[in-house]
């Protein structure tokens, strides 16, 4: 009977992708598929704004680490001992999270919140807002264009901004979509 469990498990950051393939590889070649059956990077989509375009790019939710489905529950098991070594022995693999050496599996909510995270982002992307309270800016469409304010509220969810101009002398606030301010 297996005992699959999800564990983190640390790696070269920057190579997250490249390294979960070496691992996929290994594990394929090496038939033990059934010990180790998936290995993830945990990721989320984005939509971002990059010279004046918009584009959905995926962002790492845990840089530096790969989600690995193993059965670790028995250590005197001739094919864990091997998937171990295949995982250890891969260039850019690092170990296993927890502590005194032992690994330390997730619970099955932080799994389905990972799981559930990603494919929410999947159909709905997050908008990914470089801009805080306080920021200041400038409105580059509509009705206040060229107006300079602060931001008072983000809100990454909608993809909104709310920033005060001061119209008439008067604080006034105005909600706009995020690409139609820019950073002064």
Same mark, same amino acid.
Request: net charge negative.
């Given at each position: ?9 640390r ?10 393939r ?57 094919r864990?001992?091997k ?8 260039p ?15 619970t099955?909510?932080?799994? +389905? ?14 908008? +990914?807002?470089?801009m ?8 580059? +469409? ?17 993809g ?25």
């Open positions: 009977m297996m005992a699959l469990k999800w564990y983190f498990v790696c070269q950051s920057g190579r997250e992708d490249s390294i979960r070496q691992l996929e590889t290994r594990i394929n070649v090496a038939g033990l598929q059934d010990v180790v059956p998936q290995i993830l990077v945990p990721f989320e989509r984005v939509t971002d704004l990059k010279d004046g375009k918009r584009r959905v790019v995926s962002r790492k939710l845990y840089p530096g680490y790969l989600m690995v489905q193993a059965d670790l529950s028995d250590p005197d098991s001739q864990m001992a998937a171990r070594g295949v995982l250890k022995e891969t850019g693999f690092g170990d296993f999270l927890g502590s005194g050496g032992e690994a330390t599996p997730l099955e909510t932080e799994v +389905s919140n990972i799981l559930a995270r990603m494919s929410d982002s999947e159909q709905r992307p997050q908008v +990914s807002i470089n805080a309270k306080g920021d200041m800016v400038r409105i580059k +469409s509509g009705a206040f264009d060229g107006f300079d304010g602060a931001i008072e509220e983000v809100t990454p969810e909608r909104t901004v709310r920033v005060i101009v001061t119209i008439f002398g008067r604080p006034t606030p105005v909600e706009l979509e995020y690409w139609e301010v820019e950073a002064v």
